[in-house]
Structures are given as C-alpha cells and as structure tokens.
C-alpha cells in the first residue's frame, strides 16, 4: 500500500506540474496585436501602455508635416518685434513662438525614436508649398519687406490662412492617428489656432481691413496699409 500511494502521489505531482506549464504558455502567447516594439506584455496594464505608444503611418506624415510648418509659423513671429506697429501683433507673435517651438522639438523627439526622417530646417519654402496653409517664398519676401500698420494686415491675414492650414492638419491626425501624443498634441493645436484665428480675425477687422481669402496667402490683400 505504502509503494502505490507513493507511486499515486508522484504521478499527481506530475500532473500538477504539466497543467502549470500549459496554462504559462497559453497566457504568454496573446499580445494584443500591438505594433510596439518591445515584445508581448505581461499584463493588461502593461498591454495598454504599450497600445498608447503604438504609432502608424499617419502619425509619421503628422509630424513631417507639422514641423516646417511649424518653422514658417516662427519665421513669421520672428519679424513682428521689429517690423510690427500693434502691440497686440507684437504679444500674438511671441504667444505663437512659445508654443510652437517646443511642439517643434517634441515632435522632432518622436521621428528620431520611430527612426523616421526628420524635416530639415531652412528658409526655403518651395518644397513645402502645397501643404495646406504654407505661404510661398514670394509671400515670404513680401512680408518681410512690410512694416508698420502693413507688416499688421499681411501678418495678420497671412497667419489666419497659416493657422487653419495647421487645424485642418491636426484634424486628419486626430481622426487618423494611433500614437496618443501626438492625438493629443492635434487636438491641442486646433483648440489653441482656433482661438488665434477668431483674435486675429478681429484684430484685422478693428482695423478696417478686409482679411485675406482661403485661395492664397496674399490674396485680397493689395492696396492694404
């Protein structure tokens, strides 16, 4: 009796043992589908952290797009301290240059850890000119040439366009993005640049002019200042 008891125990032992070793591999194989990089997680939490840091294709053409247009935004903040006449262009222009230089560098931060391609700074605008909102090299040149109550109208004017170029951007992001940051960041932008928009807007008309159209950057424009 003592010998099969033993024998008995041993092979429920056994048993136990292999049940274990299913049941680890069963829970080990599921990982949600995730496009993370860093193998299946463990856990629930850990697969929702790794889905918020999923990102697609998307996101990647976001963040491309974003960054010139981004810089062209704080090319055009960097003229008014010295070419504006309004006060209130001179505090729009550095509120625009406080936030968008740092969504410059976040963004700038995402490409690098994807190891996708980071758009080149520069004063060359014609690689970008069919992006939604970009003003041309000859928008560009006109500006900085203005100054006074002129450089306010075609600053103004042009920065409206520019700006919903950028919320029309950030909402094909917001609906087509996966990487919850930069989902974020979209949903930051078009709530920021619509509240400008809807500034400048009434800045341009207390100043009795007429705003620019949404076909062109310095369209409407002539005759102004």
Not at 35 to 46: D, L, M, R, V
Not at 113 to 126: A, K, L, R, T
Not at 189 to 208: D, F, P, R
Request: proline fraction near 3%; hydrophobic fraction near 40%.
């Amino acid at each position: 009796m003592t010998t099969r008891t033993l024998t008995r125990r041993a092979a429920l032992a056994a048993i136990a043992a292999t049940s274990a070793l299913v049941l680890a591999a069963c829970g080990g194989s599921s990982d949600g589908g995730s496009h993370a990089a860093h193998g299946a997680p463990a856990s629930p939490g850990a697969r929702g952290a790794m889905a918020s840091t999923a990102h697609n294709a998307q996101d990647v053409a976001f963040a491309q797009a974003m960054i010139p247009h981004h810089q062209q935004a704080l090319e055009m903040a960097r003229l008014a301290p010295h070419r504006a006449s309004s006060a209130q262009v001179k505090d729009l222009a550095t509120r625009i240059e406080k936030a968008q230089d740092p969504e410059i560098r976040t963004m700038t931060g995402w490409l690098k850890s994807w190891g996708e391609q980071v758009p080149m700074g520069g004063m060359d605008h014609s690689a970008h000119s069919g992006m939604s909102g970009m003003m041309s090299d000859a928008d560009m040149a006109a500006l900085k040439k203005a100054e006074g109550k002129d450089f306010d109208t075609k600053f103004l004017s042009m920065m409206v366009e520019h700006h919903q170029g950028a919320v029309e951007m950030a909402g094909t992001e917001k609906a087509r993005g996966a990487y919850g940051p930069a989902k974020a960041l979209a949903g930051a932008i078009v709530t920021a640049q619509n509240a400008e928009i809807k500034e400048m807007k009434q800045l341009l008309g207390s100043s009795g002019t007429s705003g620019t159209s949404s076909s062109g950057g310095m369209s409407g424009m002539s005759g102004m200042g």
